[in-house]
């Protein structure tokens, strides 16, 4: 791509202090036996919104009324003694679109990988020599963990969805669930509209960068570690600016974390839960409920690219439900730069991977949260090559891109454990990693190093 024809497009995010909504501020996540909700709601003056699904029984999703006092509604929850359990369902933000700022001035390297667009053989399908040969493959060594295991067994992301007809992981994907719109499936595509998907299909190749600090309010809502600006070449960019506005502000997020579990993880199955709309917003209780349905489908694996600074104990349970099921639970660190933050559910220390991001250079990247206290593990998160809806390319910056390499790293651990690993036998595993003495834990990933493990310590069991 000629550096004349490059150009800055406006289509980026920019994560902001989250304004409550009363759609979210007046509903509650209450643990209850299902016999005793319809009476608790009564006594309390509250509406049942619905029960959660499988094995999120118990735990029901209700609102108040419009201007009753929120603070006052879950004080007296937690007095009735029929109630094990009550918290706001917060929501789950990535908001407006912003101007970019100039690609130099934001510190990125040049687009450059890009350009590389042969096509290569990889484990049953076509895709760019930038993807499949890129620096972040050689920083992991994912050839050299290939050796020993391809990866088996479900990898579920709790994301945005997938886009089902990329050539590139149409064989890899299994029925995943979308509960922005409570119908099976999965697809990220469902977000826009036909004339979009046909826009999309022109080649778009997008540049993505998550620098930007996410700024959470104290009242906990969780936010996804993106903050993207889109570089795209000059004819993609008059293409978008005349539909602009058909193009959610979050779309894509969730293939291009696809692209990269599938990158270390080929012949592993991949499970869209499709937890956040196009525009990058959700609820507390679409992502407990989704965890939970990965676990009760199948899931050996779950990645999450979204933290919280307040800690939820529904979260938790969720996440205890899934380690309690053997299955490894990976999640971004977060990219607010500080040390040893308060974030979740990174922050679940010993029931979770937490993924911090290192350049290809294994040096720690500005953004990336850091401490050995948070962090388990880092990989690599600046400029990674991955998939984007229509057939595309995106290149991608933040934790969010590190957590689904590990993920697709305990993949491989899967089939190396013949499916019986848990949590902590991929966390001794994943820990076999190159030290960096950075607060990053373990240091960068090393799926030679965990895959000898593995094999040295119980693996083909």
């Not at 679409?286 to 919280?308: K, L, P, Q, R, T």
């Amino acid at each position: 791509m000629d550096s004349r024809v490059r150009t800055l497009a406006r289509v980026g995010l920019l994560v902001v202090v989250f304004l409550w909504q009363a759609s979210a501020q007046d509903r509650f996540l209450v643990r209850a036996p299902n016999s005793d909700i319809g009476t608790i709601a009564a006594r309390h003056n509250l509406t049942l919104v619905r029960s959660l699904e499988g094995s999120a029984r118990n735990l029901h999703l209700v609102a108040a009324p419009a201007g009753a006092d929120v603070q006052r509604a879950i004080q007296r929850l937690h007095a009735d003694a029929f109630v094990q359990g009550a918290e706001l369902d917060v929501s789950v933000s990535l908001p407006e679109k912003c101007p970019g700022a100039q690609l130099r001035q934001m510190g990125l390297p040049d687009p450059a990988p890009l350009s590389d667009r042969t096509l290569v053989k990889y484990y049953g399908t076509s895709a760019w020599n930038a993807y499949v040969n890129q620096p972040a493959a050689f920083v992991i060594k994912v050839a050299q963990g290939h050796v020993f295991a391809a990866g088996a067994g479900t990898v579920a992301f709790l994301d945005t969805g997938v886009d089902e007809r990329h050539r590139v992981l149409a064989g890899s994907l299994v029925a995943g669930y979308d509960f922005t719109r409570k119908i099976a499936g999965g697809s990220e595509m469902a977000d826009i509209d036909q004339s979009t998907t046909s826009i999309l299909d022109q080649s778009t190749t997008s540049i993505l960068d998550q620098s930007t600090t996410s700024i959470l309010d104290q009242k906990g809502a969780l936010i996804l570690n993106q903050s993207t600006t889109s570089i795209l070449d000059q004819s993609t960019t008059s293409i978008l600016d005349r539909n602009r506005s058909k193009l959610p502000s979050a779309f894509g997020h969730g293939t291009m974390v696809a692209g990269l579990i599938h990158l270390v993880a080929p012949t592993a199955k991949l499970m869209p839960i499709k937890v956040f709309s196009g525009n990058g917003t959700s609820t507390l209780a679409n992502v407990v409920n989704g965890i939970y349905w990965a676990v009760d489908h199948g899931a050996d694996v779950i990645s999450m690219s979204f933290s919280s600074t307040l800690s939820s104990a529904e979260l938790r349970k969720a996440i205890d439900y899934a380690n309690s099921h053997g299955v490894i639970c990976v999640a971004s660190a977060g990219n607010d730069g500080q040390q040893n933050p308060s974030v979740f559910p990174a922050g679940y220390h010993s029931q979770v991977i937490a993924v911090a991001s290192t350049n290809n250079q294994n040096v720690r990247s500005a953004f990336s949260n850091y401490g050995n206290t948070l962090v388990d593990v880092a990989a690599p998160g600046e400029g990674v090559v991955t998939l984007y809806p229509g057939n595309n390319y995106a290149e991608g910056w933040g934790t969010s891109f590190s957590a689904p390499l590990v993920a697709g790293g305990a993949a491989l651990l899967v089939q190396l454990g013949r499916n019986h690993i848990d949590g902590d036998q991929a966390d001794q595993a994943i820990s076999q990693a190159i030290p960096n003495g950075q607060g990053l834990g373990a240091g960068e990933l090393d799926l030679f190093q965990a895959c000898l493990y593995e094999l040295s310590h119980g693996g083909w069991r």
